[in-house]
């Protein structure tokens, strides 16, 4: 193929603004320019694979080495990141479009398999890379030199402080990893806790964990999916659940979390999320996070309008996320080699460039992390100011 | 009719838990209660009328004396909202149902009669009963003991401080009332500001305030309808105008913010709201706010989407919506004699109700106070933590 013709393809279909160096030595959009990096394509298959559905297949060829980034691996990502979202732009994509790509099934048994598939792989793989409590979700940075350590531990407390946790209550966690965060409301704020995670490897930590704390008696860990929770509880959280819950059944949340919060009950849910209605990346939804979606605020409002709860408070920590997982990905560039061989390379490949690509996301404005605290509607007992949540 | 028939027929078509007394001396629901008070009811038609349209009856009857409060007007609202917000709670009504009522016409030529009928009663009788600077929306009490004075001003600060205004940048203000947020944002931050307003009245108190302020350089006060907004500014914001743009208008809305707001602008907009889709009170939206809807949240979210905008922060602000409410209705109340010279005793009455039943609205979480702040969705130049807010 002709080069000019290539660019033109390549262009038409949403050509990063980066040079693209081809197996033979050719170099597309080699114009004097800016770019952090540039593209390798290591084969002509590869391009082709590429043309055809570019979402779904650089993750792919990514992966098998087919294809790769010379130069900075995250700055490139945001580079193609701007370079979609200003066309979008000029596109006004309407909804509807986004809408119809979002049919999913998250029927009972779906879920447990896609939970698995991402947080089954094994322990000692997040081992690597996490912090030292195995906090997978977005920390939250008092200042951006903060450690990853302790921005995880301030994540957690920023939590609790909406929460506004009082020795002796009762707290029911929906989705809760290894028990991070169940064990830190224990330990610090005094409360029980009953925390629900459907990932057996994970439930099996978190037990071991509260043993060792010495804290098995006022945390129970429950092998299940969010939709067994029973009781009545003072507080319900969620940290980064809500995106595997599926859009259709926010409504069904919502009257769960009615059924189990008493009278002056509140709560806090937190998750990734998105602007405007559109589903992960398909190479990310079919690969890494199989069955989850990111939804908007408006489509979270679902499940407060269900379950006749108020949003006191809404804020989008999106910023940290993007620091969380600069934090993430150096750390995993760090034990790389480990990985390669506790699976392969195509494996660790592809968490690399998801992790660079997630970073990319929450730089550009692609992803937002909204943190949501509610209480019930006719609840007047909530804070007057925010003021509390920033005094020391 | 018998009394036993007539408690019947109040209890199905929603009796407020409070006694009712009849013109006849006879007293319904009169069992001990803890009501903090009795409605009475003047004469035979007005309890027929009643029956057939509460909602919109109760408000017209009160107005011309034929239907009266003896006892605490407020708490009795607020016992009314309560067993109605049960009534609701039991009977899930549908959001579809809600949809169906709220049909309406927001044309250019129509936005303008609904603000008349609203704002150009008068400025005169706004004087009676608002703070010095005449903000007629809902203030910010840093502590509950705040005067209405010191609220409103803490309210404009607050505002200005998430805005993050710079000495030297372009607001632009959608909806400006009397002109007080302008006037605050221009003398103490420094910005210049255009800020738009279709009561006639309104600016022309405005100008002549900047005047008296030397202020007339630095903002410009414009007779006109917010879509009539043009240029481009650093800094959009909206301070209790979203209840008259009327939910068809709102992508239109964003798209407009979309238009004006430079590269690294941001912006804030502050709406009474609610948790599920449903129209204004009839009567007050047939005789107090023609034309006005309150959205919800998630209704809000058409205007940031459609203008590719990201919601940063979210506060809900309705307990102090309650608390500028009871300091409006407390010295509306010392100044009654005043309002029915004025006008006439309908009026004043209605205002009163007016006055009262919002408060208990706000008090028992039928309405909420939404302040959604905005930026550009790939705008990084945002604030780290909310912690600046908070500090001196």
Redesign the interface.
Known sequence: MKQKLLEKILQAVGAPPIPIALWNGEVLFAEPSSAPGRVAIRDRMALLRLLVHPDLEYGRLYAAGRLDVEGDLVACLEALY?SV?QRR?RALIH?ALARLRRLYQHGRSRSRDNVYHHYDIGNDFYRLWLDRQLVYTCA?????ATSLEDAQIAKMDHVCRKLRLQPGEEVVEAGCGWGALALHMAKHYGVRVKAYNLSHEQIAYARQWAQDQGLGDRVTFIEGDYREISGSYDVFVSVGMLEHVGLHHYRAFGRLIDACLKDTGRGLIHSIGR??PEPFNPWVERYIFPGAYPP????M??V??AG?????????L??HYARTLEHWLSRYESVFDRAVQMYDLPFARAWRLYLAGSTAAF????L?LFQVSFA?????E?P????Y???D
Chains 1, 2 share one sequence.
Do not use: C, H, K, M
């Open positions: 701007r979202s732009r909804p939250y940075f008092p200042d951006s602007n405007v908007t605020l408006g489509e409002t679902r407060f309008d006749g709860l108020s949003i006191l408070d809404v804020e989008n999106r910023l730089r550009t404005g692609y937002q019930r509607a006719d609840n007047n909530i007057w100011t925010r003021d949540l920033y005094r």
